[in-house]
Antibody, heavy 124, light 110 residues
Framework: EVQLLESGGGLVQPGGSLRLSCAASGFTFSSYAMSWVRQAPGKGLEWVSAISGSGGSTYYADSVKGRFTISRDNSKNTLYLQMNSLRAEDTAVYYCAKGRIPAAIPRDDAFDIWGQGTMVTVSS | QSVLTQPPSVSEAPRQRVTISCSGSSSNIGNNAVNWYQQLPGKAPKLLIY???LLPSGVSDRFSGSKSGTSASLAISGLQSEDEADYYC???????????FGGGTKLTVL
């Protein structure tokens, strides 16, 4: 069974840092692009960042560029999101999501598997 | 303000048909695949439609997608109470080099 399991969320003060992890199982992790998508309380979905299967290409939303870093360890089947200089507006449930097509270019892809999400709260 | 524009809410009676629109531009919907996601209350999103009009395995054929120019639509026929959810369209944007989502549409089955 294909599964994604996020962890690492919690309460952090403004300006602080947090690292999220997403453990993948049931598929050839290194073949697929992965993304982080977040949802603030009561709000819609917002894509945050994506990384290619090899890790050689990364993409970021303007709202997190320069503060967040996406990475992956294909030997551990794990996706990461390092979040620095956190702000109140980063408060959200963070989902990791798997690309549908192996080695796809983003324009042709979709997020076919989602994790259950991990809550990040930025507050003093 | 989302790059893709959806109506905030739609409602229809059981067994009827409803459509949800998604408007974008030539840099996203006009040139790239449109995907639709369903988010049931308190749950993670689920892929409903990919590549404009294709259904993933296991998704009911009561759901269908279409695209024309820079707009896309999701149609749900034979509405059921369990279809009550938030629905999001999404596409890659070539100009911004990012994934963009619509603001979401809340479907109420009356």
């Amino acid at each position: 069974e294909v599964q994604l399991l996020e962890s690492g969320g919690g309460l952090v003060q403004p300006g602080g840092s947090l690292r999220l992890s997403c453990a993948a199982s049931g598929f050839t992790f290194s073949s697929y692009a992965m993304s982080w998508v977040r949802q603030a309380p009561g709000k819609g979905l917002e894509w945050v960042s994506a990384i290619s299967g090899s890790g050689g290409s990364t993409y970021y939303a303007d709202s997190v560029k320069g503060r967040f870093t996406i990475s992956r360890d294909n030997s551990k089947n794990t996706l990461y999101l390092q979040m620095n200089s956190l702000r109140a507006e980063d408060t959200a449930v963070y989902y990791c999501a798997k690309g549908r097509i192996p080695a796809a270019i983003p324009r042709d892809d979709a997020f076919d598997i989602w994790g259950q999400g991990t809550m990040v709260t930025v507050s003093s | 303000q989302s790059v893709l524009t959806q109506p905030p809410s739609v409602s229809e009676a059981p067994r009827q048909r409803v459509t949800i629109s998604c408007s974008g531009s030539s840099s996203n919907i006009g040139n790239n695949a449109v995907n639709w996601y369903q988010q049931l209350p308190g749950k993670a999103p689920k892929l409903l439609i990919y590549y404009d009009d294709l259904l993933p395995s296991g998704v009911s054929d009561r759901f269908s997608g279409s695209k024309s120019g820079t707009s896309a639509s999701l149609a749900i026929s034979g509405l059921q109470s369990e279809d009550e959810a938030d629905y999001y369209c999404a596409a890659w944007d070539d100009s911004l080099n990012v994934w963009v989502f619509g603001g979401g549409t809340k479907l109420t089955v009356l």
